[in-house]
């Protein structure tokens, strides 16, 4: 039987994955903060082992998954978090908040397994559409996310010797409790199920990068690939229809 390791596997896109991986018959080792949630979907399943740990603690997070029993065949580190900044007020304590969820708690993770990782490992990092531009109000969100899409170039590069396959996946917007705190309009929403079977599609092929919805992904990456002066008034355009 393959297995899967899910963090953020309580809720949102995190939670679908794991149902829909054990539903597919894969033995899910599903991390998160809320074990009653855990709990609940899983039903006490000998497929779905539960593992409760806080990401952003090096300690804990190296504890709890150095002590898994045998290696995963697929990693998605998809836990993180979003808060947003108004008028480009910067608050370092809440990129501090953001980047240590999204990028030091991906990091830790990396850091507890990467002894078990072989070429028949798949390491998937949970990046976003909202690293291909520069978007009102993400600055923190934003940037954890371009780091994280850095690393897993990076990575792919550095972990070829080993065998080890990455894969960087960058959604659009999608319904989950995280966004359903958002306050603007989201484009193209999907929903968890959309979201899930997108990326099982794509990891199952190897993608270097799964991005999703593609109508919306193939149309930021097209202003992406124009100048910088360009790509901002795009950008302001965008945002002046939407307020």
């Known amino acids: 039987m393959k297995r899967v390791l899910i963090t953020g596997a309580s809720s949102g896109i995190g939670l679908q994955l794991a149902k829909d991986y054990a539903n597919d018959g894969w033995h899910v080792v599903a ?22 740990f806080d990401v952003t603690n090096e300690i804990e997070t190296k504890e709890v ?20 900044i108004d008028n480009g007020h910067i608050d370092v304590a809440l990129f501090k908040r953001v980047f240590d969820i999204n990028v030091f708690g991906l990091l830790n993770c ?29 600055e923190a969100y934003g940037a954890s996310k371009a780091a994280v899409s850095y690393l897993a170039k990076t990575l792919t590069i ?4 080993k065998g080890v396959t990455v894969s960087l996946v960058s959604p659009g917007f999608v319904k989950t409790p995280l966004t359903d ?16 079977l997108a990326i099982r ?23 992406a690939s124009l100048p910088m002066a360009l790509q901002l008034a795009v950008i302001r355009k965008i945002t002046r229809k939407a307020q």
């Open 31 to 52: 991390c998160g903060r809320n074990v009653e949630q855990l709990n609940l979907w899983s039903k006490g399943s000998d497929a779905v082992t539960i593992l409760s």
């Open 65 to 84: 998954l150095g002590n898994i029993e045998s290696p995963c065949d697929l990693i998605i580190l998809n836990a993180g978090t979003c808060e947003y």
């Open 110 to 138: 990396i850091q507890a397994l990467q002894d078990t990782f072989s070429a028949q490992t798949h390491l998937a990092l949970m990046g976003s559409t909202a690293s291909y531009l520069g978007l009102p109000r993400a």
């Open 158 to 161: 550095d972990l070829e010797p």
């Open 181 to 196: 705190k958002n306050d603007f309009p989201m484009p193209m929403l999907v929903t968890p199920k959309e979201a899930s």
């Open 201 to 223: 599609q794509g990891l199952e092929k190897k993608k270097s990068e799964v991005h999703f919805p593609k109508k919306f992904t193939f149309f930021l990456k097209l202003i």
